[in-house]
């Protein structure tokens, strides 16, 4: 098979277009393509009046490939980059999976399959229950401080937009994406440059994985909390767990930390206990949400009606050098109440599969590094976290949400956008949005929004709103790990994904749950 790179399609191409395509870049004759079909496609919109896609082309021929392709530029023949994994070694023990995200499960999913019937615990509850919950929550400002948008079945990743794009080079992921879509995904994330799920199609995916773990004898422990290790001579012997009041143990010399990046009970455990943990850099900020349509068009101009909701990806640095950025961008998406403390107040961003609201939102986050919050506590980001986030609470007095025009946090006071409603749930108050900040935090937030609405005009409409505060983009801590996924200090605990400091995001996060299986499943 040879794969052609770069090929010029229309928005609305046909498999004839394929063939002519792939006919004349190989400069054979279409008769001589025995198929062709996409593998990756990617929309080009620098130029507004003419947005097309660029495509990657898997093409069988009747003659010689390798000659084909010699004489040929943007071909090449197709690699091999199916994943392939064969277990060495078998545990002699269950292993617990502590926590339900996409590393948690892609781990629990390579065991269950090797025969080692893995045991999930997760403090929150299944997917099903988890929707129930959450939406009393945005109804009535009732927070379930153990089941909620940080914790529960499927992690945090869930209620956002399901996206599975990443930087990572791995040949896993490729093996991740097919996962997905044997468990009920959309087959278009295989060849999508951007691929997303969508919170609606996730659950369903998420169930469909949790039943084939099942099926190999795996379990899955919901409503039960990781409380402490067992340690004997530096090696785990087992864990204690609390479920709905009532305290157990279970023996085990294997467990996978995928704690997710709002565990912070259990860093405070693992602070305690001794395990080796480190500062690290993260970010903290607000979502930013405009009307859908003004980013489409700022987009894609009259190639919206064909493309539907627009995405972007914007960063720049300010004069001192630090760097503001947007992330986790939701077209066509919601605003989101991810609260998971009492008297705290966080948000995050949340798309359907559809993704067809009136408003889209992103993150706007500034970057931040231990240098900026040591105290000399290695939980100091998470206490800097906690202030941000008590703050957003306190400036309303509960879980109405603080949001303010970009207009009047940057004291412009033109309106350049048709009003935008926000979307967050319970509800919002118009308030002063800096106070929440400490002015580090403020001041570069203010910077950033003039910069890259510089870049983009669309972003800088003075009627935007800002809903604050956006604190759990990644895990402020690591949990120090060595090569062989092992905790540097305690043999047979492998800290695992992006709770832990090794992920950023269900992709990334997914793959080191399969490098935590296969460290597990190596003599």
């Given at each position: 098979?040879?794969t052609l ?10 498999q ?8 004349k ?11 062709v079909n996409i ?12 947005v ?55 781990c629990?999913?390579?065991?269950a ?8 615990i ?7 229950n ?27 990743g ?33 060849i ?7 919170t ?66 259990t860093?405070?455990m ?25 980013i ?7 190639a919206?009606?064909?493309l ?17 950025y ?6 066509g998406?919601?605003v ?53 986030e008590?703050?957003a609470?306190?400036i ?5 949400a ?14 350049t956008?048709?009003?935008v ?13 800096s ?18 609405g ?67 499943l190596?003599?």
């Amino acid at each position: 098979m040879i794969t052609l790179n770069n090929i010029r399609l229309s928005l609305k191409y046909t498999q004839e277009e394929l063939l002519s395509a792939a006919s004349k870049a190989l400069n054979i004759k279409a008769t001589d393509i025995t198929a062709v079909n996409i593998k990756r496609l990617s929309i080009d919109a620098r130029k507004k009046n003419d947005v097309h896609y660029i495509g990657s082309i898997n093409v069988s021929v009747s003659s010689n490939e390798a000659k084909v392709v010699k004489r040929c530029k943007n071909a090449e023949i197709a690699k091999d980059t199916s994943y392939r994994f064969t277990p060495t070694a078998k545990p002699q023990c269950r292993p617990i999976i502590v926590g339900s995200g996409p590393a948690g499960l892609f781990c629990a999913l390579m065991l269950a399959r090797a025969g080692a019937k893995p045991i999930v615990i997760e403090r929150g509850e299944c997917v099903e229950n988890r929707t129930k919950t959450i939406d009393t929550f945005w109804a009535t400002g009732e927070l379930n401080t153990a089941s909620n948008v940080q914790f529960g079945e499927g992690g945090a990743g869930t209620f956002s937009d399901g996206k599975l794009n990443t930087g990572i080079n791995d040949i896993r992921a490729r093996y991740v994406l097919k996962e997905f879509v044997a468990h009920g995904a959309p087959e278009e994330i295989l060849i999508s440059a951007k691929p997303h799920i969508g919170t609606d199609k996730l659950k369903e995916t998420i169930i469909n994985i949790r039943n084939e773990i099942i099926s190999f004898g795996g379990e899955f422990l919901f409503n039960t909390t990781l409380t402490d290790l067992i340690i004997n001579n530096n090696k785990l012997v087992g864990i204690k767990t609390i479920n709905n009041g009532v305290y157990s143990s279970l023996e085990t010399q294997i467990a996978v930390l995928a704690i997710g990046h709002s565990a912070r009970d259990t860093f405070e455990m693992l602070k305690k206990t001794g395990i080796p943990m480190e500062q690290k850099a993260f970010s903290v900020g607000a979502r930013i949400e405009h009307l859908r349509s003004e980013i489409d068009e700022c987009q894609y101009g009259k190639a919206r009606h064909i493309l539907g909701a627009a995405d972007y990806k914007l960063s720049t640095h300010l004069d001192d050098g630090r760097g503001v950025y947007t992330f986790c961008m939701c077209p066509g998406g919601y605003v989101v109440n991810a609260s998971s403390e009492e008297g705290l107040l966080c948000t995050n961003g949340m798309s359907y599969h559809a993704r067809n609201n009136s408003n889209s939102n992103s993150a706007v986050l500034v970057g931040i590094s231990p240098n900026d919050y040591n105290q000399g506590d290695v939980l100091d980001g998470i206490e800097l976290q906690r202030k941000i986030e008590k703050a957003a609470y306190d400036i309303t007095g509960g879980y109405l949400a603080p949001v303010q025009t970009v207009g009047d946090f940057l004291n412009t006071q033109n309106p350049t956008s048709d009003k935008v409603l926000p979307t967050i749930k319970p509800g919002y108050e118009f308030c002063d949005i800096s106070k929440v900040y400490p002015k580090l935090i403020s001041d570069s937030l203010k910077e950033g929004l003039s910069k890259l609405g510089q870049r983009m005009p669309a972003f800088a409409n003075t009627n935007a709103i800002l809903t604050a505060a956006e604190t759990r983009s990644s895990s402020p801590v690591r949990i120090v790990r060595n090569e062989k996924f092992q905790s540097i200090a305690i043999n047979g605990l492998f800290p695992c994904g992006e709770g832990a400091g090794y992920a950023g995001g269900i992709m990334s996060a997914a793959v080191d749950g399969i490098k935590c299986a296969e460290a597990i499943l190596t003599k």
